[in-house]
C-alpha cells in the first residue's frame, strides 16, 4: 500500500511564503499531485510531478524527489482565498491515486 | 465542457432504500473513479473504470455496485447501506490512461449521502 504522511495544520500570514511537506513510501509510483480542497466543496489540481525538480505555475510552485520519497508545495505571496486543505496524492501505475490526509492551511492577516 | 457533473448534490435514503447516484462527463476522459470522503478525511478510492470496464475494486462492500453504462456516464447504485456509509462521493475523470499523460483528476462537486 501507501503511506503518505504531511501535516494536518499550517498557519501563515496573508502575503507571505509557505512551504508544505509531503513524504510518501510507495511501490509502482507514478507522479504525485497536489490538490486544493476548499470546504464543503471538490478538490481542484494545483500540480503534477513525475520527474524531480521544480514545476513553478503562478503563484503555486511544486517540488518532487524521488529518491527521498519527498515532495513539497510552494504558495507566494499568500491570499485569504488560499485558506483551504492541500491534499498530496500519489499516483501508483496508470489508475490508482491516492490521497494523503491533507493539510489544512488558514492564511490570517 | 470541463465539468464533471453528478446528481443528485444531497441524497437521505434509509437502510432498506436501493437508490442511485448518478455522474457525466463530456471531456472525452476513459477513465473514471468513485471515491468516498467523510468529514475532515481525504478522498478513499472505492472503484475505477477504464474504457468501461472495471478495472480496480478497492474491496468496497458489495452494498455499492458502480456501473459504466458508457464512456461518458458512470452509476453507483446503493442498497441496504448502513448509517457509517454516510459520506460525500466524489466522481472523478481522467483522460486516456494508457498515454503517459498526467493523469489529472477532474472531480464533480460530490453527492452529500446521509443514510439513516
Keep these: 500500500g501507501q503511506n503518505i504522511d504531511q501535516p494536518t495544520e499550517m498557519t501563515a500570514t496573508e502575503g507571505a511564503i509557505v512551504q508544505i511537506n509531503c513524504t510518501y513510501q510507495t511501490s509502482g509510483f507514478n507522479g504525485l499531485f497536489w490538490y486544493q480542497q476548499h470546504a464543503g466543496e471538490a478538490p481542484t489540481f494545483l500540480s503534477y510531478n513525475v520527474l524531480d525538480g521544480l514545476e513553478e505555475k503562478g503563484r503555486f510552485s511544486s517540488f518532487l524527489s524521488r529518491s527521498k520519497g519527498y515532495s513539497y508545495l510552494l504558495l507566494k505571496e499568500l491570499q485569504m482565498k488560499d485558506s483551504a486543505s492541500y491534499l498530496c496524492a500519489v499516483r501508483v501505475g496508470y489508475q490508482k491515486v491516492t490521497f494523503g490526509i491533507g493539510t489544512k492551511l488558514q492564511v490570517i492577516p | 465542457d470541463t ?39 481525504p478522498p478513499e478510492l472505492m472503484f475505477v473504470y477504464s474504457y468501461e470496464k472495471l478495472s480496480i475494486n478497492e474491496s468496497v462492500p458489495s452494498r455499492f455496485s458502480p456501473e459504466c453504462p458508457n464512456s461518458s456516464l458512470l452509476n453507483l447504485h446503493l442498497h441496504a447501506l448502513q448509517p457509517e456509509d454516510s459520506a460525500l462521493y466524489l466522481c472523478a475523470s481522467s483522460q486516456d490512461l494508457q498515454l503517459a499523460d498526467t493523469g489529472e483528476l477532474f472531480f464533480g462537486e460530490g453527492s452529500r449521502l446521509t443514510v439513516l
Design chain 2, 3 to 41: 465539468e464533471v457533473t453528478q446528481t443528485p448534490k444531497h441524497l437521505v435514503m434509509g437502510m432498506t432504500n436501493k437508490k442511485s447516484l448518478k455522474c457525466e462527463q463530456h471531456m472525452g476522459h476513459r477513465a473514471m473513479y468513485w471515491y468516498k470522503q467523510k468529514a475532515k478525511k
